[in-house]
T-cell receptor, first 115, second 114 residues
């Protein structure tokens, strides 16, 4: 079946511009996660959704970062006024439910480069 | 706080050698899950295994095996008779009862050459 998809696969933007990253989870998965992978910080958690609500936003690096999920499916991660330190690969994952028993399946990521 | 340590940054082996990737974790929770993911050059994280804190049985899947020891807080991963296709970055991760997010180690880059 179809896995997690993310778009765009690559995004180059100028410092100060806003960007939107999209994630399509596996059909039927109620839980959705965003992670960031960068050279300096490794793989770090950003935010997760259970349905359309985000109980844990603790990983968002600053108020320039926001995310939403609509219809219990597609999610968008928005970065406003991008900075060079935002350059990273942004990974989305989904799982059947929230909780330890459910493995998270990852998408191919969006590579963001801020120039 | 949760923490995962993968002390080996990079390992190089010749094909057919066995190789063990180390993972040490820290958590105060008694209920938790441990994971291994593979990230090949294509970049997508591939799930390999999940193990819960109450099941210390070792697991074998083909050339892969995992050794979970609560006494030393370790969850090591062994590849037997390595192949070039095993070349990737391998991540160990922890998920605890108080959070739904994965805490990843820094990864171990495995290079298998002919």
């Amino acid at each position: 079946g179809a896995g997690v998809s993310q778009s765009p696969s690559n995004k180059v933007t100028e410092k100060g511009k806003d960007v939107e990253l999209r994630c399509d989870p596996i059909s039927g998965h109620t839980a959705l996660y965003w992670y960031r992978q960068s050279l300096g910080q490794g793989l770090e958690f950003l935010i997760y959704f259970q349905g359309n609500s985000a109980p844990d936003k603790s990983g968002l690096p600053s108020d320039r970062f926001s995310a939403e999920r609509t219809g219990g499916s597609v999610s968008t991660l928005t970065i406003q006024r991008t900075q060079q330190e935002d350059s990273a690969v942004y990974l989305c994952a989904s799982s059947t439910e929230i909780g330890q028993a459910y493995e998270q399946y990852f998408g191919p990521g969006t590579r963001l480069t801020v120039t | 706080a949760q923490k995962v340590t993968q002390a080996q940054t990079e390992i190089s082996v010749v094909e057919k050698e066995d190789v063990t990737l180390d993972c040490v974790y820290e958590t105060r929770d008694t209920t938790y899950y441990l994971f291994w993911y593979k990230q090949p050059p294509s970049g997508e994280l591939v799930f390999l295994i999940r193990r819960n804190s109450f099941d210390e049985q070792n697991e074998i899947s083909g050339r892969y095996s995992w050794n979970f020891q609560k006494s030393t807080s370790s969850f090591n991963f062994t590849i037997t008779a390595s192949q070039v296709v095993d070349s990737a970055v391998y991540f160990c991760a922890l998920l605890t009862g108080t959070a739904s997010k994965l805490t990843f180690g820094t990864g171990t880059r495995l290079q298998v050459t002919l």
